[in-house]
């Protein structure tokens, strides 16, 4: 071989070589640079079962999604697993991705601490909810690189560096995942609460009886037994979410000694929380040893972990029955309520809303015939209702029966939300030497005792309900205008031009003006009850009369009324009278003005 012919040859070789060692370069360069993602075309939703290897640990944990979609814990005990976390776990197993690492690195994966692995993590799914068969993916994770930020992870033979946020919601212990509630039922699925036993919560001493039943009904609250009363919404939501999910800070025994020598067979007290569905959850509570002065203990029944109670949740959990009920009288929404209806010794008001607004109708005492309806004060009515709104009861009184006195008040709401009501009888004195007044609500067996200043309100007299609007007149209507009082009469008529005369002149009656608007709506400043009415002094009496013939009208009487001044401690005041009713006149000075007019000025 010439030596031309040998030099041919190694600079062949030579490039062959830097062809390979270029090409292999491009390729790690672009596997590098190609995203792994360890769970692809994975739905959350759909993964049914989790298995997870903590290696270091010695810890083998598998969970499945119930037909609820509730994780539970299946191995290596059975329970409830803590929702958030393993939720959290498929979360980021999802979301996990990374570049793949070059060859000459994976080709050592016992120096990525993945021979043995640190984690081991399979994932099963469903193509689409109910499908089968069920498909299963293993991601293997491994040691953190040098700058700690992220770990290396097989998946498929193929090795990537992913976040390190993967190995943190992975390396947890056994009580990381099993849940420290009792249940994971949605407390507005409870409709039912069954409370037996007794605890006293301060040593040892008499026990009393704790027991009680209680129903949701229409969302309201509802004490069946051992007495019948409306329970607070607010202390009821607070009292059936703090034990329905109710979590423990330390187990104190699983299975090693039975619940009779827990004191928990049979428990001092027992709580029942029925739900919508099938589920019951029972949480018993109760001391161990034969003079049950330990510690409390909990569990719930058919859980096989008993755990410890502080007292002050045991306290709550004996809050006595009268603590829940509730204390206020009105909790319907105003704009729902289209009755109110009073009933006292002197007689009884009946208050209707309809489209045109409040109306009274009223009944002589002993009498349940209404009269007709008369227009109603709206501001009148919305008083009563918000004092009842803004009532509160100050205890109620179990075992004490209700007394209604001689003058009992009762009173009743009615609406689109339902009714209410309730009877205020005879005078109550507590502890404290306090005068109130006994009340019982409508259908219910427990009595209670709150301030007597709320009879003043319901007993007030029923014609401070009617309307303060006594006439309303349409003014194109009307064809004259009488004045007469006991110095003389004036008359004004209305032209064909709609202008205000006196009989027979052309000119405009400008005086009329200063008094015109308050005799064709009369409305007056406040009611006066005809148990407080005074004589009218100086009484001018109004007249309205309508179109004559000649302008298109029937002419006649369509209107009259009163105006006087009626004595008072503050002084005489002007007063309006109309079809049996007295009222304060809105303007002071209108009686006045009135005698202006008679008087020619």
Known sequence: ???????????????????????????????????????????????????????????????????????RLTDPVVSRAEPGVVELVVRVALRARGAAVPREVSAAPQKLGLEPP????????????????????????????????RVFARVDGRIALVSRE????????????RASSISDVDPRRVLEVRRRGSAPTSGIGPTVDLGFDAVLEAGAWRATAPLQGLLDPAAMALYVQSFVVYRYEREFDEGARTLAVLGLDPPELSLTFGTTDTEVVELLVGRPGADRSAGWLGTRRGSGVVWTIPAADVEFLCTPLADLLDHRLLRVRRGSIAR??????????????????WSCLRAPAGSREFGAPVPAEAGAVEDVLGAL???????????????????????????????????????YVDATGAADVLFQRAGE?????????????????PELFLSLSFLETNEADLGAIELRAAGGERRYERNAKGVWTRPGGAVEARELRSVLEALLFLRAAAPV???????????????????????????????RFQVGLAEREAGARAEIEYEGRRGVARDARLHARLEDLLSGG
């Open 166 to 177: 993967l190995e943190t919601v992975l390396d947890r212990e056994l009580h990381e995942f």
């Open 389 to 427: 709104e803004r009532y509160e009861l100050a205890a109620f009184l179990p075992g004490v029966p209700f007394d209604p006195g001689p003058e009992p008040v009762r009173w009743r709401v009615e609406g689109s939300e339902g009714g209410t009501g309730g009877a205020f009888g005879a005078a």
């Open 340 to 357: 109110l209806e009073i009933e006292a010794p002197d007689g009884s008001v009946r208050l209707e809303r309809d489209a045109r607004g």
């Open 445 to 461: 067996t427990v009595a209670a005792h709150g301030d007597p200043a709320i009879l003043a309100v319901l007993r007030r007299d």
């Open 529 to 559: 009850p005809r148990l407080e009415r005074a004589p009218l002094v100086r009484p001018i009496e109004v007249a309205l009369f309508g179109l004559p013939p000649e302008l298109g009208g029937s002419g006649g009487l369509r209107a």
């Open 118 to 149: 640190r984690f081991v993590l399979d994932l099963e799914s469903e193509r689409e909810p109910g499908a089968r068969p069920r498909t299963r993916r293993r991601v293997e994770v491994g040691a953190a690189e040098v700058d700690g930020l």
């Open 1 to 71: 071989m010439s030596w031309r012919t040998l030099l041919v040859l190694v600079l062949l070789v030579l490039a062959l070589a830097w062809f390979a060692t270029r090409t292999a370069r491009e390729s790690d360069a672009a596997l590098a640079e190609a995203e792994i993602v360890l769970f692809p075309g994975v739905e959350e939703a759909l993964v049914t079962g989790v298995r997870l290897e903590n290696v270091a640990r010695d810890l083998h944990l598998s969970f499945e999604r119930d037909e609820r979609g509730a994780w």
